[in-house]
């Protein structure tokens, strides 16, 4: 005869631990003080903010076995609206776009108060003014002095990147405006969708903000013949003073079609969360990031440059505290 009761407890007892289990799987990102659920808004599928950001997912994964992660494309502008009214856990965006947020500046309307930064995650942020062979561009200069209609691809509005580019224009004592009044155009489009319409006779000048060397720039120079376009001191002064940005110079023989080097300004591009994600939970994300550093830096090229002290340079964006516990746990801070 079979023993009921016997048979019954162990059937409770494994119903019990399958019960416990499927509760405690999930929950052990949380146990261990990360946030059960993170999303990132990035840029552009295919892009480098879109590698970057599931690279992150990825640590995250690694260390807290359960956490759900999800990347979301999305626009720099839109990332720090979703992160400052904690629509999103995690956003990508230029520290300096960040602070024309804080203040309540193009293209925002109101000032964001509350975005703190993670880590940053690409400390050359240039930009990068490439024109073809056959528009006879040399310099920005030359695109007042002429009046030239000249065809421009900008990165998509909403983006340090489109900002930056019209304040090239800007500082060369001309606007977007004048372009159009002399017979040129702006498109405002993802960076790859502008080289493809370089490559098809479509723009004749291209800024964007990228670290260098770009594969992007290197693999449309195979179609297109490019001229690298630098910026002179009084130019670079005013960008530094409008945007935040530093003086740096991209070398010679970066690319092999430009023999000289190319003075320029760069930006930061940093992750950022709301002030109000919980000190914990700030820690937890960056703490799997230091200890899944070398997974990081092999996820792509961006990422190789870093250095685990590099993360902590986010100015001129504050630490959120519980990202600056982690750094100094680590050792690298104060």
């Known amino acids: 005869m079979p023993d009921l009761f016997n048979t019954g407890r162990r ?16 929950a052990a ?31 995250l994964r690694k260390e807290y076995p359960g956490i759900s992660f999800t990347y979301e494309p999305g626009r720099e502008a839109g990332n720090l609206l979703l992160v400052s009214q904690g629509k999103v856990q995690l956003g990508i965006a230029h520290a300096q776009l960040a602070r024309q947020a804080e203040a309540g500046v193009e293209p925002f309307t109101q000032p964001l108060k509350n975005v ?10 240039a930009v990068q003014i490439l024109a073809t062979t056959a528009s006879g561009i040399t310099s920005i200069d030359q695109i007042r002095e002429k009046k030239m209609p000249v065809r421009v ?21 001309f606007s977007v405006k004048d372009i159009e009044s002399w017979g040129g155009r702006l ?3 993802a960076y790859n969708n502008g080289l493809t319409m370089m490559k098809n006779g479509q723009i004749d000048l291209i800024i964007n903000m990228l670290a260098f060397p770009s594969s992007q720039i290197v693999n449309a120079a195979r179609d297109t013949q490019f001229k690298l376009i630098g910026l002179g001191p009084e130019a670079i002064d005013k960008l530094n003073k409008q945007l ?4 740096i110079s991209v070398p010679a023989n970066t690319y092999a079609f430009s023999p000289e080097a190319a003075n320029t300004v760069r930006g930061s591009v940093v992750v950022m969360a709301a002030a109000e994600m919980k000190d914990g939970e700030a820690e937890a994300i960056v703490a ?5 550093f070398d997974f990081l830096q092999k996820s792509h090229a961006t990422l190789a440059r870093l250095t685990p002290e590099s993360l902590t340079r986010v100015a001129p964006l504050p630490l959120h505290p519980g990202a600056a516990a982690a ?8």
């Open 288 to 292: 799997a990031m230091l200890k899944h």
């Open 29 to 59: 990102a949380s146990a261990q003080g990360a946030p059960a659920k993170v999303t990132l808004a990035g840029g552009s599928v295919g892009g480098a903010w879109s590698a970057v950001g599931t690279a992150i997912g990825e640590t």
């Open 11 to 26: 059937r409770l007892v494994t119903g019990l631990a399958a019960t416990v289990a499927s509760i405690a799987f999930p």
């Open 116 to 125: 703190r930064a993670v880590a940053m995650i690409d400390p050359e942020a």
């Open 187 to 189: 498109n405002y489009v």
């Open 327 to 334: 750094y100094r746990k680590a050792g690298l801070l104060k």
């Open 153 to 173: 691809a900008l990165n998509s509005k909403g983006t340090l990147m489109a900002v930056a580019g019209e304040a090239v224009f800007s500082a060369h004592g």
């Open 244 to 247: 935040g940005t530093e003086t």
